[in-house]
Structure formats: structure tokens, C-alpha cells
């Protein structure tokens, strides 16, 4: 549905649908993609506590991911914001950036089912560890929406210039060694301390607030804080190294 609504937006493709604007069929794409975030959160789940869980459930949600937070993104992007014919600066690579894309959020489902194949034990995998090798496609995927929700709410397409970088900082993060915290370990009988308790409300509160300004910021800050974590880990090590010699 997204990738739908982002070739009416383009091609004004109006087959018995009532005329909308483009800024409305894009926001229509992103909140598609937002709900693909959320059945994506629900469904190994809804697996588990059916014990229904499978390989192959595995492979085929991992199909669903490159549509859902790998075409549909990338395409967005290409029609909004690098569009050969209107913009002069991404004129002859605006297609590219969005393979690029494309092709890192393949190669980091890919590489997370092998890390996670339970017939497949990498070396210099700490499983011990639940987060995540790299940026989550649904993130990646969740934090360009929520950038063009704002660029076409607000008409601030002169902003939008600074999309393309940021993909291709996004896609760089999502192949990387970043260490991303995992949320699925948490349901209902999760024990959750106080600070993180007041921390979800004040979270909710913004999106119910600001909507897709807060739905950026966090977006944002989940991005970043992976960086800084890392940064910061990187830092201690070779501290400790040189503490050793």
C-alpha cells in the first residue's frame, strides 16, 4: 500500500480513488509504513505464543522487511526527494542513493539471519548478547517516514536536500558493527524500573503532543545513541589497551 501511494503521489495514478494531493498520498505511504513497524513488532509474538515459530516464518518475514522498509522507503525517497527530472543536484545518482539503500537493508536481513540461525554459530558473535548488529531496517525505515511526514506536512522541501546524506548515513549504520538495544525481550510480565517507566510516558506524551515532530526526535535519538554507545565503547577499549602495555 505504500509503494501505491507513492507512484499515485508521483504519476497522479487517481484510478477510482477521489483526487488527493501529493503531500497527502506520501503521508498516506509513511503512515503505511509506520503500521508495518507495528505488525512487524507483533508478529514473533503472536508466533511464540502460538509456538508457532519456523524457519521459514523467519525467512519469509525477512522478505516482507525488504518490501516493506526496503522498497517502499527507498522509493519514496527516489520520487520525493531524488528525482532525476527536478533535481539538478542528484540528477544522475538520485537512483543510485536509492539502491544503495536498498541494498544494505539486504545485506543486514540477510546477515541477521545467519547470525541468528540456530545451525550457524559465528566466531566472533557474542550471542550473550540481545541487541542488535547494526541499525534494525524498521528503524531505518521508521526514521526516513517520519522525515518525509514532516517535509510534506510542512512544505519544507528545502530541507529535504539533506535526506539523501542522511540515507546514506543510515544505510551505512545498518551494515555496521553499531550495537542497537533489542525490545524483544520485553511483553507484559517484563519487570521495568522506574526511570524507564517515566521515560515510555514522556515518550507517549510527546507523540500524542507533537506527533510527527516526536516521532522523529525519537527516531533520531535511537539512531544516535547507538553511535554515541559505540563511540563511547570504542573509546574504553583502547583505553583499557593502552592501560595493559
Not at 512544505?155 to 544505510?171: E, Y
Request: one cysteine or more; aromatic letters at 12%; hydrophobic letters at 50%.
Amino acid at each position: 500500500m505504500a509503494i501505491m501511494k507513492c507512484i499515485q503521489a508521483r504519476y497522479n495514478v487517481m484510478l477510482d480513488v477521489e483526487l488527493e494531493s501529493p503531500s497527502e498520498l506520501y503521508t498516506q505511504a509513511v503512515l503505511f509504513i509506520l503500521g508495518g513497524m507495528v505488525c512487524d513488532s507483533l508478529d514473533g509474538r503472536v508466533a511464540r505464543m502460538g509456538g508457532r515459530e519456523s524457519l521459514f516464518g523467519k525467512e519469509f518475514d525477512s522478505i516482507v522487511d525488504m518490501v516493506s522498509f526496503g522498497v517502499a522507503p527507498a522509493l519514496m525517497v527516489l520520487f520525493l526527494i531524488l528525482n532525476p527530472e527536478e533535481s539538478l543536484f542528484f540528477k544522475n545518482i538520485g537512483w543510485f542513493l536509492s539502491f544503495i539503500y536498498l541494498l544494505c537493508a539486504g545485506v543486514r536481513l540477510s546477515r541477521f539471519n545467519v547470525i541468528t540461525h540456530p545451525l550457524v554459530y559465528p566466531a566472533n558473535i557474542d550471542r550473550t548478547n540481545s541487541d542488535f548488529i547494526g541499525l534494525p531496517v524498521p528503524a531505518a525505515a521508521g526514521m526516513i517516514a517520519t522525515l518525509v511526514l514532516v517535509i510534506t506536512t510542512h512544505d519544507l522541501q528545502r530541507w529535504a536536500i539533506a535526506l539523501p546524506f542522511l540515507m546514506i548515513f543510515i544505510s551505512y549504520l545498518m551494515i555496521s558493527p553499531v550495537r542497537y538495544p533489542s525490545f524483544k525481550e520485553i511483553d507484559w510480565n517484563t519487570k521495568v524500573r522506574l526511570r524507564t517507566f517515566v521515560l515510555l510516558l514522556m515518550c507517549v506524551t510527546l507523540i500524542y503532543m507533537y506527533k510527527q515532530y516526536a516521532l522523529v526526535l525519537i527516531f533520531l535519538g535511537y539512531l544516535f545513541y547507538g553511535v554515541i554507545r559505540h563511540v563511547l565503547m570504542m573509546r574504553r577499549i583502547r583505553n583499557q589497551a593502552k592501560a595493559k602495555q
